[in-house]
């Protein structure tokens, strides 16, 4: 039977490499003790050199191998490392691999020596190397350093499932068959049972398979086959239903076991067609993010728990049904929460705009294909993404890339992000980076001018937004009403599109970049989510769209201060919300209800609320209804064309005749209609915004221009860490300056300073300003169980929270 160990605490790190490392032992000097995953190089948030983190470093490890492991086969399982890496064993090279973003093994069977201590080092180059997929030019991302996910420790028997290939020709069909070929290594002839099982969700016996076999030495796929399963539930965006593949390698005459493997899968059918994309038959609109797998501090060196919270705030908390990896394969933990959560993927090979050499293309297919072999099985993928992303036509290459992706995978579709308009279409589907929209009217280009072909064929958009309108979280009010609207605009432009499949926005979370990108500073704030994961407003264009069932939002992307806007005033606002309606008061007396903008975006679900007067309901008291809904569509449009304190002739007809029938004076109906848009020198504004859906309030923000600071809020995204698992666990905690109604104070500067008690250990600075008024840290477990108390210091004031760690 195979063993499989965790190897990922206590390694030996050190930032540069000599030659003599390869044989020296672990206690020479220079060596820090660090744990997996692990970035070479702690770095700022931002101003910082990439060159920082691009330099050799030596990893070293201990290992007892166990004296009854001798006859079996001894490797190493390895599943990112940036950029290439030499695989030593003691001191016999026992391996090398180039690509960060794909697993790979090393044998280290005719290096270790049983029941002794073994000495494991890795020389890591972390430095662009140009002959290596992305690089080559400058990618706009950056691609950090160290060994960044796990690494186990595997012994294995001369006959071993290395893996099962699974898949359902007939999904729609009510009895169905799972094919799988068992992919089997042996070291000689050998001839046993395999038997497969299904087991459903609940682990009960869905179906099993019995059969003998013959085996030559050498890696062969035996096929095997579940016929007749019925009561079959199919996976899908709202019901992610997963079942577990198990196969097992038996003695003939003993029946005992000599080799087992699983995996999770999903029956589904996933189809792009020129009519949109059908899950299972049923037309599906796709809406989402882009995602870059990458935090402040550590780079890409996250665990399990903090890379599925990322799919979590997508599917969760955003509402997206779609996720594209830009641009190379991601976490396996952030996959299996997209599978677990019904969030699918469009995954990607590495590359950003640049293709080499042969060699180069040679290392890009040998990508594809560790791509393709390890989530094969998940029901999340609907899409290969086959070209270098926003890469120039390279038909011989890209010929060739299809070619290996649909011999490997014939049942899952390929496409190939451009930017380029009537690239050649070798693939199935043409993704499309359309950044058409800069605010104006025009969203997305007609598809005939997109693909240049007079025949209708599948289209996604696979980015659009982010660098057309970066924002930063802390911008100015008015950009960042711009920001939420684009987003929204680009949700209602894919969802009206009949020959569009969908639009995935770039992008999720703001990122570290080279230079020659971003804002300066080394980031691009392209996301919805600053890099610490808080929301901007137009994470709500997203949120918003979500079931109100589920759960009410009602966002005002708005602060109420007048001296925030030219020229002052405090309408327009939009509110973010998928309630019914949403009723305002001010300042205690109620203004009026405001109904979803469907005029401006008659695709969503949810459109936004504008509101575009707060005059109190009891000033037009004496009003006929006729009236008071003519008044309210004149403040409609002259707030939507901006000209509410420029009034023209006409305007002051209007006005004059509600003034007359109602004995009032002109200039004082002129000016309480002025006065609606909060103009200055009034008293202090207070806005509560009420949330209806149909009959009854569902949520309620208070919000206003008396606010004043009411300290400082600490929340950790977890309550509960866990200090045995295969590597460290981590959490986020969230720092606040919040007001007298709950509100993010996002002026505030305020520096403050963490303090930890207990089993946990800071990932990045102690002490940080809230920029905009929040930011975010992240702890992990150090091995011990306890209660982790977190003091946040501000300047007179000290809060804190508590995780337990079990």
Partial sequence: ???????????????????????????????????????NKMLPLNYFSEAEYQFVSCYKKLLEIPEEWQGKSIFLEFEGVMLACDVYCNGILAGRHEGGYTPFTVELTGAVRFGEENILVVRVDSRELGGIPPFGNVVDYLTYGGIYREVWLCAAGPVRLERLWLDCPDPLEEVKTLRCACEITCGHAWEGILELTLFSPENSVAGTWEGEISLKPGTQKIPAALEGLTDISLWDTQHPVLYRAEA??????????????????????????????????????????????????????????????????????????VVRTSH?????????????????????????QHIGDEDWKQHSLEELKAMITRDYNRPSIILWGVR?????????????????????????????????????????????ND?????????????????????????LVTESNGHMYPTKRFDQEARLTEHALRHLRVINESLDREDLAG?????????????????????????????FRNPKYAAFAYASQKEPEKEPVLEPVTLVSRGERDGGGTVPFYILTNCDYVRVYKNGKKVSDFYPCKEEFPHLKHPPVMIFHLMEEELLADFSEEDRRGLTAFLEKKVAEGTLTAMQQEDFVFLSGLAARYNREVSGLISMVIKSAGGWGETENNLVLEGW????????????????????????????????????????????????????????????????????????????PLTGGVSSFWIRTVGKTGTVRIGVMGVESRTECTVDVK
């Avoid at 190379?328 to 950003?352: K, M, N, T």
């Avoid at 598809?447 to 240049?452: I, V």
């Avoid at 866990?722 to 109604?741: E, L, P, Q, S």
């Fill in 1 to 39: 039977m195979q063993q499989k160990i965790p190897l990922n605490y206590n390694w030996l790190y050190k930032p540069d490499f000599v030659p003599e490392d390869i044989k020296c032992t672990p206690e020479a000097a220079g060596y820090e003790t660090v744990d997996l995953p692990h970035t």
């Fill in 248 to 321: 097992k390698l038996k003695e003939k005459e003993s029946g005992s076991c000599v080799s087992l493997g699983s995996s999770r899968f999903g029956f589904r059918q996933a189809r792009f067609t020129p009519e949109g994309f059908f899950l299972n038959g049923v037309k599906c609109k796709l809406i989402g993010l882009n995602r870059h797998q990458s935090w402040p501090y550590v780079g890409y060196a996250m665990p399990e728990r903090i890379q599925r919270r990322d799919a979590q705030l997508l599917r969760r908390e955003l509402g997206c049904n």
């Fill in 328 to 352: 190379y394969p991601q976490s396996r933990h952030f996959l299996d929460a997209c599978d677990e959560l019904g969030l699918l993927v469009v995954e990607e090979i590495p590359g950003w």
């Fill in 388 to 432: 270098i992303n926003e890469s120039q036509d390279d038909h011989s290459f890209y010929e060739r890339t299809n070619a290996l992706a649909r011999a490997m995978d014939p049942g899952r579709q390929t496409g190939g992000t451009r930017y380029i308009q009537r690239s050649e279409l070798l693939e199935d589907v043409y993704t499309y």
């Fill in 435 to 459: 950044f058409t929209h800069d605010g104006g009217k025009t969203i997305f280009r007609p598809q005939k001018e997109t693909t240049g072909l007079d025949r209708a064929v599948p289209l």
């Fill in 503 to 531: 639009g995935i926005s770039w992008c999720a979370f703001d990122y570290n970049t080279h230079g020659s990108f971003g804002s300066g500073d080394k980031i691009c704030y392209h996301g919805v989510f600053d890099m």
């Fill in 693 to 768: 859906l149909g009959d009854r309030i569902v949520c309620r923000r208070e919000v206003g221009e008396s606010r004043y600071a009411a300290g400082i809020t600490v929340r950790a995204d977890d309550s509960v860490l866990y200090a045995d698992g295969d590597t460290y666990d981590a959490t986020r905690i969230t720092v606040k300056a919040v007001d007298n109604m709950g509100n993010l104070l996002p002026f505030t500067q305020e520096c403050v300073e963490i303090q930890l008690d207990g089993p946990a250990r800071l990932l990045g600075p102690a002490r940080f």
